[in-house]
């Protein structure tokens, strides 16, 4: 148990829904970081949040965004969704920003679009 | 831009044998981190082992070492005397930059599936 918390698990929606993926870091933790694991475009960076602030993003579409709260939480969120959406969410903490940090990914959210 | 490569799609390895899986890497920024994670079937990501750009030594952590070649930009990773739980996928990743100033993506590989053979 990496001590990251992710919810929910499963999620099953259809095409053009919304929804909201969430996860808690470990405690202690200040940077989260999201990541997309599908068949065809493999694990990719989404976007990271250091103490509540957006510090970098990668392949992150403009229908998804991303935020952290006060309490350190994030929420992912997606809209429009579409079939190409369908992959495991992973969300990441560390400790700091420093990049010398290792990640503790939490057990990933798999998002089915039908 | 940064990528990362990662050659072998599969290997299969006799028990108790050491392993090394291949990873390069292209980046133009002199700071960087490499790091490798495995994911067991189970799907969650376990990190493994980190390698600082400046770092004057290979990373070892237990039966893991990454062999680190700067001039090549290489960072492959060593699994000594493999073990049937060592059957996963393993992926290489880099981050740019580091310091609480930076703002760095971090890039995976496709990974490579590792099955260790009784």
């Known amino acids: 148990d990496s001590g990251v918390t992710q919810t929910p698990k499963h999620l099953i929606t259809a095409t053009g829904q919304r929804v909201t993926l969430r996860c808690s870091p470990r405690s202690g933790d200040l940077s989260v970081y999201w990541y997309q694991q599908s068949l065809d475009q493999g694990l990719q960076f989404l976007i990271h949040y250091y103490n509540g602030e957006e510090r970098a993003k990668g392949n992150i579409l403009e229908r998804f965004s991303a935020q952290q709260f006060p309490d350190l939480h994030s929420e992912l969120n997606l809209s429009s969704l579409e079939l190409g959406d369908s992959a495991l969410y992973f969300c990441?903490?560390?400790?700091?920003?420093?990049?010398?940090?290792?990640?503790?990914f939490g057990p990933g959210t798999r998002l089915t679009v039908t | 831009a940064q990528k990362i490569t990662q050659t072998q799609p599969g290997m299969f390895v006799q028990e108790k044998e050491a392993v090394t899986l291949d990873c390069t890497y292209d980046t133009s920024d002199p700071s960087y981190g490499l790091f490798w994670y495995k994911q067991p079937s189970s799907g969650e990501m376990i990190f493994l082992i980190y390698q600082g750009s400046y770092d004057q030594q290979n990373a070892t952590e237990g039966r893991y070492s990454l062999n680190f070649q700067k001039a090549r930009k290489s960072a492959n990773l060593v699994i000594s005397a493999s073990q049937l739980g060592d059957s996963a996928m393993y992926f290489c990743a880099m981050r740019e930059g580091w310091g609480y100033s930076s703002a760095s993506k971090i890039i995976f590989g496709s990974g490579t599936r590792l099955s260790i053979r009784p």
């Open positions: 990441a903490s560390s400790v700091d920003n420093s990049g010398r940090d290792e990640q503790y």
